[in-house]
């Protein structure tokens, strides 16, 4: 993961990224978390869904990487951005949502399981997931990320013990059925 962590991948990373947003992800979020719900983002980056997201919700973005932390602070000075590893979400605050956009994906299994677990931890009482996944099995590293691909039914392996699953839905993002949008429910 140390791609994300020098200005010039970051920089990169931001050019890389410029034409891809979360905005029909976001919509299917919207159907299931009410206007003005407090949620966290987790790997907000360059912070395009962030934006998105700010338009509907109480949103406090996050990012493991410092780097794209001080990107964030001085492209949106109003928001409220936390440095904190996916895995381990060390925040005392509580949500009623949480949002990725392909960030779960670096995690090893063992880490998503920590994720997921603390990701219920940190939910409000029925609070809601919404992930987006690569589609696909096996893993590999691309650039020096690690990238975990997943399957509906490793998903909700990994999810079902804590979550009530609403919907798994392949989606694509560069080629048909190439991601798998999760979005559940805090049991």
Not at 39 to 67: A, Q, Y
Not at 101 to 106: G, Q, R
Request: hydrophobic fraction near 35%; charged fraction near 30%.
């Amino acid at each position: 993961m140390e791609y994300y962590k020098t200005k010039e991948c970051v920089k990169e990373y931001i050019e890389l990224a410029k034409d891809v947003n979360g905005s029909e992800l976001i919509n299917e979020l919207r159907k299931v978390l009410a206007e003005n719900s407090l949620l966290l983002e987790i790997g907000s980056g360059p912070g395009t869904d962030w934006n998105l997201l700010s338009k509907h919700f109480k949103v406090i973005g996050s990012d493991f990487s410092n780097e794209f932390i001080n990107h964030l602070q001085n492209k949106y000075r109003d928001g409220e951005f936390l440095e904190l590893d996916a895995s381990t979400l060390k925040t005392d605050k509580k949500f009623d949502g949480i949002y990725s956009n392909k960030v779960l994906h670096h995690l090893k299994d063992d880490e998503l399981t920590r994720s997921v677990a603390r990701q219920a931890e940190i939910l409000k009482k029925a609070g809601v997931i919404c992930h987006s996944f690569w589609k696909g099995e096996g893993s590999e590293t691309f650039k020096g990320m690690f990238v975990n691909y997943h399957t509906e039914s490793q998903l909700r392996e990994f999810f079902e013990p804590l979550f009530e699953i609403i919907s798994i839905s392949p989606y694509e993002e560069f080629e048909t059925g190439d991601s798998l949008l999760l979005i559940a429910k805090r049991k």
